[in-house]
């Protein structure tokens, strides 16, 4: 269950980790006990997700992007792929929005998909992205993730199932059988609690539920990342911020564009490499895996200035769903909290 943006990839490691936060030695002994095992319930349950920033609205579209792995009824464009280089900005954009909802730019092989992409104006990529949608109302997607933490690349990926719903924003995710930390699981709900989230270990260590902060010295220990932040519509944000960045430096962009496969899901690759690095731009160097049918990002690893990755996620499912109440609610049935 491996994962990679190369030819026969590999899922990523673990995304999530959970660490105890150390006790002074000069606590009492009666104390440190009680102290220390409510420190182990709330370190555990620090989680670190992707993307640093607060959800931005959706992009207001009258094409919906339609489900996936479903024909659409949008007509395919009659510029072949070949001349849309050729074309204003508007109609590449226009351009890429019917041939990803009509299926014909997942019907282009990898060499005029490469062509395509190097074609295009510099603004045609951020201008499809941020039109959107990359994301759904309400959605739940699985995914792997991993994170260096302290240095350290996890042995073993966390592998996850997330359902997510905007306005409010609320997440239910839980940690699979597979991938490590298994058991484990978090709600949040912004209408209840903005700051705090809700969760439990997995495990021998399932013996509790508590509300642990999302932005505490325990969280930012773990990781750069709040819950908040999971789903698509985040990683599509980091690459637009970024793209400013460039823009505000007066820094050239370097593009390598590929296509590679993920879990039998075709993407379009894009490597961008900055010119300084951290800390002015987030990572050295991204590889973002776009998707073919939906004007979203399934993929992304980031490396820093030492060539080492710090960072990779990929989404292997993504299905738009509606979801009651019941769904943020740690009284479900189906919840082990």
Do not use: C
């Amino acid at each position: 269950m491996k994962h990679s943006l190369s030819a026969r990839p590999s899922r990523p490691p673990a995304f999530m980790r959970l660490t105890v936060a150390p006790l002074s030695a000069r606590r009492s002994h009666a104390g440190l006990r009680s102290v220390a095992s409510r420190t182990l319930l709330i370190g555990a349950l620090v989680v670190s997700t992707v993307w640093m920033g607060t959800p931005s609205a959706f992009a207001q579209n009258d094409d919906a992007p339609p489900p996936l792995d479903t024909a659409s009824a949008v007509k395919a464009p009659s510029t072949p792929s070949s001349q849309v280089g050729k074309l204003t900005l508007d109609q590449q954009v226009k351009w890429l929005r019917a041939a990803q909802q009509s299926g014909a730019m997942e019907k282009l092989d990898d060499a005029q998909l490469v062509a395509l992409f190097q074609s295009l104006d510099p603004l045609a990529l951020p201008r499809y992205i941020k039109e959107g949608p990359n994301g759904y109302p309400s959605y739940e997607f699985t995914m792997a993730r991993s994170e260096r933490i302290h240095g350290q690349w996890p042995d073993k990926p966390d592998h996850m199932l997330v359902r997510l719903a905007h306005d409010p924003l609320r997440i239910y995710a839980e940690w699979l059988p597979d991938g490590a930390h298994a058991g484990q699981e978090v709600i949040y709900d912004e209408s209840k609690r903005t700051d705090e989230m809700y969760g439990h270990l997995g495990g021998i260590l399932n013996v509790t539920s508590l509300w642990t902060s999302l932005t505490g010295a325990l969280a930012r220990a773990q990781s750069n990342h709040q819950v908040r932040d999971l789903g698509t519509e985040y990683i599509a944000n980091q690459y637009l911020s970024e793209g400013k960045k460039y823009i505000e430096a007066g820094l050239p962009r370097s593009t390598q564009v590929d296509v590679k496969t993920l879990d039998g899901v075709r993407v379009v690759a894009f490597t961008f490499e900055t010119p300084t690095g951290q800390p002015q731009f987030y990572a050295k160097k991204e590889t973002l895996g776009l998707d073919l049918r939906h004007p979203y990002f399934r993929a992304v690893e980031s490396y820093d200035n030492d060539g080492k990755i710090f960072e990779k996620i990929v989404f292997e499912t993504i299905t738009p769903k509606t979801f009651d109440d019941s769904t943020f609610d740690p009284k479900n049935k189906e919840y082990k909290f």
